[in-house]
């Protein structure tokens, strides 16, 4: 109350002052609930019901509309004090801040986790064991790993893969690419001054999605015969379809870019082939948010996120499929006329920003347990999988519990995953999968954006599939040429590479995957064709290259199959702990406060704040 006395008084506030006192009377009021909790072990009180009654009633006063209020205050004060619009700070507390703290009140104050911990009740919601014990668990009946020899063949399996399209329903032809929040070419950004700046009727390689148009010309692409796509048998969509205004976002809006695009989508259908989807971290409402602490919740209050997705995908999904999606937002389905199984995966279950899983972080909606028993069922079929999902497992983004017991699953059943495809990075790169004995078993493919955010063209892929093996045996990039294509105002794609002639090797394999990383930490030439390839031909990859400080953690994306691999490459693991988060950002070294120092460097701040 003095804190908001003097404001009202003289406009100015002390923004460590209400942190400090915020965080000395949470700290009083619940060692006084603890300490009450505690003494009912002495029988004065009945103890796990008395613990619970008590923990829930901090539950409650945390996620009253006072506390809220209070905690909505400050976060709104602390963007104000970056220099952000105040429109801007207003949404972004209102639709993201706010909710994630409600979030992680209801995940982190749990009643059944905290008094089991303290030894006051007998019963918790989960039992998960360690991640060795799981690890061990899982790999006691792995069958020795055999890669075996790819031979020509013609017939061959074609499927395309697109990810992160981020269509942007504000964008604005004209409007600038520079712009205070760092989100620009829209209807909040203002007019360009000189043609560098100027979004154009495509894009614009900055930090803007694309135009509904850019996305459109993609579909008419695949509509049309052109003479160098060729015939494609089916196609995997990896998710995230709004643009990245999560400041200025609800669930409406959120399922327009989804709508869009599925529509479009299904009048290509008699020239694609199936369709294989799976949900973005951007499809829900607030974004990274979803509720899937329980098996049987099917994600609570955001639960509306599969039931649109379901609506909208249901013609592209069999009776069983649709009935598992419908549940827990994943799928196994075998694709028609072969033994080829595609497996999706529920994104919302492994991300570390998803505060609904502070309280159960190993298995949420028994995600693991599912995939276990379908990937136990492809092998006893003698079937092959493609396992799809947004985010890759390696992916900073990702619960690196998570990640460890996922990746253990991969290493038991890498003699039937034929590929595992990703998205979510807005990089185009692989990741080496090893077992225990450090033997590459498997590839994870993160995949090129179409959204052109950050400074990106936008770029899809096909790759090339033995349709007796299911090996993959090559893949092509296409991309859109967006200087011309807004110079012509016709939209200008190309096929940009193909792998195995940009790296002159026969064909994709495991084998092959392995030596071109050894090359890449030693060979510069090869070490620059592969950061063009994964920043598909934009600024970002002259810039990495002639800034030797940035190589290591580049490098170590290609050897780590979990975050906590790639701290252990960059030399950030102690005693088995992280020492720090930050070398998601840049510039290396990484433990050191982020200032950004390239260009557009508040653009880049906000930028990674959305992602």
Not at 77 to 91: A, I, K, R, S, V
Not at 103 to 132: E, G, Q
Not at 270 to 288: A, F, M, Q, T
Request: proline residues 5%; aromatic residues 12%.
């Amino acid at each position: 109350l003095q804190i908001w006395f003097n404001y009202q008084k003289f406009k100015k506030i002390q923004l460590v002052n209400i942190g400090v006192m915020l965080k000395c009377f949470l700290g009083i009021v619940f060692t006084l609930l603890l300490g009450l909790c505690v003494s009912s072990t002495n029988h004065i009180l009945p103890q796990c019901s008395t613990c619970q009654g008590i923990i829930g009633i901090a539950r409650r006063v945390l996620r009253s509309e006072l506390a809220l209020s209070v905690y909505g205050f400050i976060k709104e004060y602390e963007c104000d004090q970056t220099g952000y619009p105040h429109d801007f700070c207003q949404n972004i507390t209102r639709t993201q801040y706010k909710n994630e703290y409600l979030a992680t009140i209801l995940s982190v104050v749990d009643p059944d986790r905290i008094c089991s911990k303290l030894n006051l009740c007998t019963s918790i919601t989960y039992l998960p064991d360690s991640d060795v014990i799981y690890t061990k668990r899982v790999l006691r009946r792995a069958p020795p790993f055999f890669q075996r020899n790819i031979r020509d063949n013609d017939n061959l399996l074609r499927f395309l893969v697109f990810a992160d399209p981020h269509i942007d329903f504000e964008y604005i032809e004209g409007r600038s690419g520079n712009c205070p929040i760092g989100f620009c070419c829209r209807t909040d950004s203002p007019i360009a001054n000189n043609s560098s700046d100027r979004a154009g009727l495509f894009g614009y390689m900055g930090i803007c999605d694309i135009p509904v148009s850019a996305m459109d010309s993609f579909t008419d692409l695949l509509n049309n015969k052109v003479q160098f796509l060729p015939k494609i048998d089916f196609v995997v969509f990896l998710g995230d379809s709004p643009a990245h205004d999560t400041y200025n976002q609800n669930p409406k809006t959120y399922m327009r870019g989804l709508k869009h695009l599925s529509e479009m989508i299904n009048i290509t259908r008699n020239k694609i082939g199936d369709v294989y989807p799976v949900l973005g971290n951007h499809e829900g409402y607030p974004c990274d948010q979803f509720d899937a602490n329980d098996v049987n919740n099917n994600g609570g209050e955001h639960n509306w996120v599969i039931q649109n997705a379901t609506n909208l995908w249901k013609q592209w999904f069999t009776k069983e499929s649709l009935g598992t999606f419908t549940q827990k937002a994943v799928f196994s389905q075998l694709h028609p006329q072969s033994s080829l199984r595609i497996i999706g995966l529920n994104p919302y279950v492994m991300l570390t920003s998803n505060k609904y899983l502070w309280g159960n972080q190993t298995d949420p909606m028994g995600t693991l347990a599912w995939l276990e028993a379908e990937l136990e069922k492809s092998e006893l079929a003698h079937e092959s999988v493609l396992i799809i999902a947004h985010q890759p497992p390696s992916s900073t983004s990702v619960n690196p519990h998570w990640a460890e017991r996922f990746n253990a699953l991969i290493v038991r059943y890498a003699n039937i995953i034929k590929g595992q495809m990703y998205g979510h990075e807005h990089e185009a790169y692989h990741t080496l999968i090893k077992n225990k004995n450090g033997k590459t078993v498997n590839v994870a493919y993160i995949n090129p954006s179409l959204t052109t955010l950050p400074y990106l063209n936008p770029t899809f892929r096909v790759y090339e599939m033995d349709a007796t093996t299911y090996d993959l045996t090559d893949y092509e990039d296409y991309r859109l040429d967006l200087e011309q294509s807004n110079k012509q105002r016709r939209a200008q794609w190309y096929k940009a590479m193909r792998f195995s002639e940009l790296f002159g090797v026969s064909r994709l394999t495991i084998r092959n995957a392995e030596t071109l990383t050894k090359n890449l930490m030693v060979n510069s030439e090869i070490w620059k064709k592969m950061l063009v390839l994964r920043f598909q031909e934009g600024p970002s990859a002259d810039r990495i290259y002639n800034n030797r400080n940035l190589w290591p953690k580049y490098q170590c994306s290609y050897w780590s199959a979990t975050i906590t691999e790639r701290a252990k490459c960059l030399h950030l693991l102690q005693d088995g702990e992280m020492k720090c988060f930050n070398f998601i950002f840049e510039p290396y070294p990484i433990c050191q406060k982020w200032e950004t120092k390239v260009e557009h460097s508040s653009s880049l701040q906000i930028y990674f704040i959305y992602v």
